[in-house]
């Protein structure tokens, strides 16, 4: 039996067991503070199954801060490049022209990634930060190609998983939400999305029974990781649909945006973990499952943390239309993109507890933790994740869509 099968069976097994005790289980891992609370939700398996594995999952080496400064690449051009894929600046930045060998109207930030529209050999067409077209010189920046064309699912090798890691928000007058401390959210997404990539780009072991992830074992890096906030401090706003712009070009297959949530409606016994999919009929099926994926893993990475937990009554994945364009996606960065996506939730960044975690390298690895186990199972088996999932609600809100592009900066070299 291969460690799939063996990881399925482990499951099972666990998963009838724990069904029996999961009722006390919650009760036993109740803290002081929630314990006032009843269980509105009744658990669900993948509930069971993290709270019949509990164990520090979130101990190992990598699990202090990852982010380093992001050195700026040299001026190179993948072979297999033509015109359509990602650039990235290269260092001391790059001329911006709104024409093909047109005047420079700004020098672009080093270590920015675009995506790449076309090219004619010399000059590269952009698509900006900020929605707008430019080309840029091929002598000043990196190249990478789109990605071929694979199946994702049981038999693919993680090495040829391309990835696009969306941390939500940014620049200075897209922050996210703000927690009761001042902590912002497009500080912690950051932080996130980059121990994320930091354990796509490594090999790794998980002990499936368990989500421990160790530092050597069977899991070859991914093929390539982009993320959408770039550079060294990758604070700059990008608007949505430059960033599934990215994930398009690169033909990635999935793109997972990191968000954490705000406001909520119950409280819960177990983390109120949400994870929206695209619901567009070619797409659904995909995303679903690495929504379902992401939400069962969420629940195992952080039920072993203290919280006040908080929630929607539906927790799990999810999915928005917006009530203006009926049929369209409510969330922009999960209707413009043309790949698999999902927008995470891992918990609330408005709550005092959940905040307190929030900040801490511990929890934050854990979030990344989970996605990174999603992210494996997604691309190397079949599997339809044991989280909830509900059919589309249409969103009342206006809220949600692109924006205009007035006030955007597209971010400078110093
Ligand atoms: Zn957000």
Redesign the pocket.
């Known amino acids: 039996m291969n460690s799939l099968g063996a990881f399925r069976l482990t499951v099972g097994i666990i998963t009838m067991i724990a069904v029996l005790f999961s009722v006390a289980a919650i009760a036993k891992d109740r803290s002081p503070a929630a314990t006032a609370t009843t269980l509105i939700d009744r658990p669900s398996p993948q509930m069971a199954i993290a709270a019949a594995s509990r164990k520090p999952v979130e101990s190992q080496p990598w699990g202090v801060p990852p982010v380093a400064a992001e050195a700026p690449p040299s001026p190179w051009i993948d072979p297999a490049f033509s015109g359509r894929g990602t650039i990235t600046i290269a260092r001391g930045g790059a001329a911006l022209a709104e024409t093909a060998g047109g005047p420079a109207t700004m020098t672009v930030r080093e270590g920015v990634t675009f995506a790449a529209l076309s090219w004619d050999g010399e000059w590269i067409e952009i698509q900006t930060t900020c929605s707008s077209r430019g080309f840029v010189h091929r002598s000043q920046v990196r190249a990478d190609a789109a990605a071929p064309d694979v199946t994702v699912g049981a038999g693919l090798d993680f090495s040829q998983a391309v990835i696009v890691v969306d941390p939500?928000?940014g620049g200075p007058r897209n922050i996210?939400?703000v927690g009761p401390q001042g902590t912002t959210?497009k500080e912690v997404?950051l932080d996130i999305a980059r121990r994320v990539r930091d354990l796509l780009n490594g090999s790794h072991g998980v002990d499936w029974a368990t989500g421990e992830i160790t530092t050597a074992g069977p899991i070859p890096p991914a093929g390539r990781v982009i993320l959408t906030r770039t550079g060294k401090d990758a604070d700059y706003e990008v608007r949505l649909d430059s960033r599934a712009a990215i994930a398009n070009a690169a033909n990635a297959q999935a793109l997972v945006s990191i968000?954490?949530?705000a406001g909520w409606a119950v409280e819960l016994n177990y983390p109120g973990s949400d994870v929206y999919y695209q619901s567009q009929p070619e797409l659904r099926p995909q995303s679903v499952r690495l929504a379902r994926l992401i939400a069962e893993e969420f629940q195992r990475s952080f039920l072993r943390f203290d919280a006040n937990w908080t929630g929607e009554e539906r927790t799990g994945a999810k999915s928005r239309e917006s009530k203006i364009n009926p049929g369209q996606q409510f969330y922009g960065v999960l209707r413009h993109t043309e790949v698999p996506a999902v927008i995470a939730?891992g918990a609330y960044i408005n709550s005092v507890t959940q905040e307190r975690l929030l900040r801490t390298p511990e929890f934050r690895q854990a979030y990344a933790n989970a996605v990174y186990r999603a992210l494996v199972r997604y691309f190397t088996t079949d599997e339809s994740g044991g989280a909830k999932s509900w059919d589309p609600d249409v969103y009342p809100s206006t809220r949600g869509n692109a924006g205009g592009v007035d006030g955007c900066v597209i971010p400078s070299q110093p």
């Open positions: 939500g928000h996210g939400g959210e997404v968000h954490t949530n939730e």
